[in-house]
């Protein structure tokens, strides 16, 4: 006749962990990564282009020359010493107020007009003395979105001989300008190391202008092949 009711059971809470919290646990990724980033070098690794962006432009070169590490790494990344030898650069100064040369400083500089008179402020990174060092843009600037220079003085074991390698790199902002951007980095870089050389072993520096002169050479005969090849290819049609 009656119907009998249970009561449901109230399930009992499940314990936490001891020691753990739900905000550990619930903790989102970029604020535990903010520990580690403190904990990182000053000169972080460069973002992968995004899709659809242009590759970045990379060109590097060596060249061998008589004098110190200590000597060529300071007449290259001291800014105040710099438009002084590089025929590239009309100015470049120290733009903080440390004025050392130390990772994270900050330097302005501007190209000469033949390079499009280009204003631009750097951040140094990767310096270790007398070996290695260099800068890359803070913002962009003209048709790049970024620009690096990176040095390497590697002593030759035995002689009064450095090997100096020079690394350019570029970030296109649009893919038409290319290769107007690679012909004025490709100046850029071998006036950059001729000048050095005239600095500071004017003897040898004439051999690293004719080796200028073949590859503008190489290079025009390049634009030929390739506007003949493209006239070609119409005639055809």
Partial sequence: M???????????????????????????????RSGDAAAAPARTERPQPRAGQPEPIVMRHTVPMRARPEVL??????????????????????????????????????????????RFE??????????????????????????????TFKAVPGQPVTEVTLTLRGQVRFDWVRAQVERMMQNMLLTTLLDM????????AGRIDKMNEDLRQQEEARRKAEKAARKGKWNRR
């Fill in 73 to 118: 790494y300071r007449l290259a990344l001291v800014p105040t010493r710099r438009a002084a030898w590089d025929s590239n650069m009309a100015e470049s100064a120290w733009s903080d107020d440390t004025q050392t040369l130390r990772n994270g400083a900050h330097a302005r500089f501007r190209l000469v007009r033949r390079l499009g008179g280009l």
């Fill in 197 to 204: 050389q005239r600095e500071v072993d004017a003897p040898t």
């Fill in 122 to 151: 750097a951040e140094y990174g990767g310096l270790k003395t007398s070996r290695s060092g260099g800068w890359r843009t803070v913002r962009g600037m003209g048709p790049l979105e970024e620009f690096s220079q990176d040095w």
């Fill in 2 to 32: 009656f119907k009998l009711f249970r009561k449901p059971r109230s399930e009992s809470p499940v314990p936490e962990a001891e020691g753990v919290s739900h905000a550990t646990l619930k903790a989102r990724p970029e604020v535990r």
